[in-house]
Nanobody, 127 residues
């Protein structure tokens, strides 16, 4: 099991940028595929982006392609989410998630495939 702590959320205006971070502890971070998910009020949790354990393969939801960038630093046990051109539709609680994997391949976009979750960080985008 790995412990995950997100940070970097806040209140911004439409068009602004935010950078979220997720720091992992407890296990060997480089063995984990990582994902970011979000949940808006009254909606189901949805996939945002994921990154393979080496960082070589990334996947994005169509709604964030070209605006969001996921990255990781295995030396610092950190995965980050750079969010640009934010819109009110991006308002949600953002969660990072981890899944240990043997093979360095594309990380899943299904939340049920992830075993460990952070507590979430709120992102609010005003119009």
């Amino acid at each position: 099991q790995v412990q995950l702590v997100e940070s970097g959320g806040g209140l911004v205006q439409a068009g602004d940028s935010l950078r979220l971070s997720c720091v992992a502890s407890g296990r060997t971070f480089s063995l984990y595929n990582m994902g970011w998910f979000r949940q808006a009020p009254g909606k189901e949790r949805e996939f945002v982006t994921s990154i393979s354990r080496s960082g070589g393969v990334t996947t994005y939801a169509d709604s964030v392609k070209g605006r969001f960038t996921i990255s990781r630093d295995n030396a610092k046990n950190t995965v980050s989410l750079q969010m640009n051109s934010l819109s009110p539709d991006d308002t949600a609680v953002y969660y990072c998630a981890a899944r240990v994997t043997i093979i360095d391949s594309a990380a899943s976009s299904r939340d049920r495939d992830y075993n460990d979750w952070g507590q979430g960080t709120q992102v609010t985008v005003s119009s």
